[in-house]
């Protein structure tokens, strides 16, 4: 199982940017896959999660309305679509998923919003 995140950026706090994590190593379009989130000194923390069939998301309140998760199941890609970046999304942010009783975890991508 390997999953890749990738599109991290610096960012003014108002812009945007999108998130991708390509998966591979198991059957994609059988399972959840979820963003999370950890900030300097602070736990990791739930962000957004797509279902395996795609028609059910949920986020986390702080995001709603501001983030989108997606995903193509042609490519085994889930992408995080971010808007009106906060500096409270500073954050290396990581994609999930959980086979069975094992979680597995990318390796992140750093997101650092500018006010």
């Known amino acids: 199982v390997q999953l890749v995140e990738s599109g991290g950026a610096l960012v003014q706090a108002g812009g945007s940017l999108r998130l991708s994590c390509a998966a591979s190593?198991?059957?994609?379009?059988?399972?959840?896959i979820g963003w999370f989130r950890q900030a300097p000194g602070k736990e990791r923390e739930f962000v957004a999660v797509?279902?395996?069939?795609?028609?059910?998301?949920y986020y986390r309140d702080s995001v709603k309305g501001r983030f989108t998760i997606s995903r193509d199941e042609a490519k085994n890609v889930v992408y995080l679509q971010m808007s009106n970046i906060k500096p409270e999304d500073t954050a290396v942010y990581y994609c999930?998923?959980?086979?069975?009783?094992?979680?597995?975890w990318g390796q992140g991508t750093q997101v650092t919003v500018s006010s």
């Open positions: 999930n998923v959980r086979l069975g009783v094992r979680d597995y």
């Open positions: 190593g198991f059957t994609f379009e059988n399972y959840a």
């Open positions: 797509i279902s395996w069939s795609a028609n059910r998301t």
